[in-house]
């Protein structure tokens, strides 16, 4: 029986050696090698081969040697290799197959091998060179080193890495395996710098003395105040910076030198005092650690000592205090209480002072007295700590530093009526005020007219025209003010073929006119009441037109009715008709239901003659009296 042959692989340290030869174009070859089969009735063998274990497409009869080259084998897959051996009878007799031995048909190579990089560390890039369907993988040989991009591809691909910077003062290498193939890195050590740390008295800075720092690290300090102190600054390179209880050089690239320096702590005690005395030292004030500091509260004349609060906490009323040992901040403030005094308050028969009695009034305030009589009285007198002050209806003590004494005196009075009548309105301001007079007293009457009237004058016990009246009051007294409505007139006329008829409420010759009615003589006058309104209606006669209309003196547009509203002054107006058929072409088309408001904004006292004796008969362009505002943006059509 023919066993099966014996396969080694020699460059494996097995049966069977496999060699690949190198690829030309897109096809390689393998050679196999096999230890002979030491039967004598071996008289061949035969090799297997395919893309899949144990599952071989095709096989060679190699006849009875131990050597076999396969070519044009083409390249990116896995190739299974077996062997078989055969004896010399017929048909022969074949083994079953030898252990079964693979090839990669793929060859590598990379751009580069290696590379040398300073302690501050880079990037760099590797190519992958191999056949279509080749796969491959790369890895990083140290956690310094790290593939950024390519970690794994199919056929020509780049392998992107980058080396972090050595904090170390040693080189140091690594070796990484691209696409099968050995990759190192070989990175200097470290630059090393020194750092200089010191500190003043009241503290210490850790580490300190010369601190040696590798290019690019970092390096903290702690910088820690002894008790009673504090940091005061912290000088870098010579530099004060902030006081801080750390700091840290990041990417160091130079020397450096860090100092410390420490300063007594202090506290701060504010200080203050409020009305009626002070505390001595006041404001805030700074005290070392461990001190003690002293104050004096002092208050005022005609102040005592209500209380000192020390940090929120009442001490009594007292006049010194020390804050000992001191190890933090602190507030310390004085209240202080006037001393109070009397003012007693009376008034005798005929009315009141009030607040009356004894009051108690403190050091330096004000109290005010209002002294009031019965309506059948006045005030005669008011004696303040005896001394007579007048006829006041008040008096305030001011700045009091003492007791005092206020009495009221009152007399029978003499009352005054005022009263009002006409057909305005208006009214009668006295000075003094009061409900009751005592003898002599002298009175200012001043009337004011309400809107639309006029004060026609006094009468009774004071007799005037004009709108002020001084009376003496020595009786009972009754006073009468007259006051008059505002009229004003308004005179239309009427030049050529047409007429005007007017409405609203108004009169001619004290007769009440009727609506629309019409005027029957040129300048005829019509007299309405102050903010009254009235309604022209202008006319022209078959086959005329109106060619203008004059209101006081300025001419205005052409309009059927013209419409004087809230009226307080005298107006006049003047309308001229004209034949149609003057005009070959007329240009002028009568208005339907067009109107003109006039609207009075202002009251001028100005006479009925001043008004109307200063318009001429011709035609006046200029701008309208300021006492009316024409809205032509009210005309309807």
């Not at 008295?201 to 601190?211: A, E, K, N, W």
């Not at 940090?311 to 804050?323: H, L, R, W």
């Not at 005092?404 to 007399?411: D, K, R």
């Not at 109106?546 to 003196?553: P, Q």
């Amino acid at each position: 029986m023919i066993t099966r042959p014996l396969l080694v692989l020699i460059l494996a340290l097995s049966s069977l050696s496999i060699f690949l030869t190198p690829n030309i174009g897109s096809a390689g070859q393998v050679t196999l090698a096999w230890d002979m089969n030491n039967e004598p009735n071996v008289a061949g063998y035969k090799i297997y081969y395919g893309k899949a274990s144990r599952n071989y497409d095709w096989f060679i009869d190699v006849g009875n040697i131990t050597q076999v080259t396969i070519t044009d084998l083409p390249n990116g897959s896995t190739y299974y290799f077996a062997a078989t051996a055969y004896d010399n009878s017929n048909p022969p007799i074949e083994s079953t197959y030898s252990d079964e031995v693979n090839k990669d048909m793929c060859t590598y190579s990379i751009s580069q091998t290696n590379a040398s990089f300073s302690a501050s560390g880079g990037t760099g890039s590797v190519s992958v060179t191999t056949q279509p369907g080749c796969t491959w993988t790369a890895s990083s040989g140290a956690s310094w080193l790290t593939i950024t991009s390519g970690k794994n591809g199919t056929g020509n691909g780049v392998i992107c890495y980058s080396v972090s910077a050595n904090t170390n003062t040693d080189a140091r290498t690594a070796s990484s395996t691209f696409a099968g193939k050995v990759f190192t890195v070989a990175q200097s050590g470290a630059t090393t710098y020194k750092i200089t740390a010191s500190a003043s008295q009241g503290g210490i800075i850790t580490p300190s003395g010369s601190v040696t720092v590798a290019q690019g690290a970092n390096q903290s300090f702690t910088v820690t105040p002894n008790a009673g102190y504090q940091v005061s600054y912290v000088a870098i390179d010579g530099v004060p910076q902030e006081a801080t209880s750390s700091y840290t050089f990041s990417n160091v690239t130079k020397d450096h030198t860090i100092a410390a320096v420490f300063s007594v702590k202090t506290y701060t005690i504010n200080a203050s005092a409020g009305p009626g005395g002070s505390i001595s030292p006041s404001g805030n004030k700074s005290v070392n650690h461990g001190a003690n500091q002293s104050y004096v509260i002092s208050p005022n004349n005609g102040f005592t000592i209500a209380d000192v609060i020390v940090d929120g906490v009442s001490q009594g009323a007292t006049g010194s205090y020390i804050f000992s040992n001191v190890t933090s901040n602190h507030t310390i403030s004085a209240v202080f209480k006037v001393n109070s005094f009397t003012i007693t308050a009376s008034a005798g028969p005929g009315g009141t002072i009030s607040p009356s009695e004894s009051i108690s009034v403190p050091n330096g305030g004000s109290q005010t007295f209002t002294i009031s009589p019965d309506a059948s009285h006045a005030i005669s007198d008011v004696l303040v700590d005896g001394s007579s002050v007048g006829a006041v209806s008040s008096y305030t003590f001011r700045n009091v530093t003492g007791d005092h004494t206020i009495y009221a005196l009152f007399v029978p009075g003499y009352t005054l009526s005022i009263t009002t009548s006409g057909t305005g309105s208006g009214h009668v301001v006295a000075h003094p005020l009061a409900t009751a007079y005592a003898p002599g007293t002298k009175i200012t009457l001043k009337a004011i007219a309400g809107e639309g009237s006029n004060f026609s004058g006094f009468s009774g016990d004071c007799e005037s025209n004009r709108s002020k009246c001084t009376l003496i009051m020595n009786q009972h007294a009754e006073i009468n003010a007259a006051f008059e409505q505002k009229n004003f007139k308004l005179i239309a006329t009427a030049i050529g073929n047409g007429s005007i008829s007017v409405e609203g409420l108004a009169s001619i010759k004290n007769k009440k006119i009727k609506n629309k009615t019409k005027i029957k003589r040129s300048k005829q006058a019509i007299t309405v009441s102050y903010g009254s309104q009235l309604v022209y209606h202008i006319n022209p006669e078959p086959e005329h037109y109106i060619k203008k209309i004059i209101v006081n003196g300025k001419p205005i547009e052409a309009v059927d009715t013209l419409t004087f509203a809230n009226i307080k002054r005298n107006h006049r107006v003047r309308v001229r008709f004209e034949s149609q058929a003057k005009f070959i072409q007329n240009p002028f088309k009568k208005t339907i239901a067009k109107q003109v408001v006039l609207q009075d904004i202002q009251d001028r006292d100005i006479s009925e003659a001043q008004q109307f004796d200063s318009y001429d008969t011709g035609e006046d362009t200029s701008i309208p009296p300021p006492s009316y505002t024409d809205q032509y943006a009210s005309l309807q059509q």
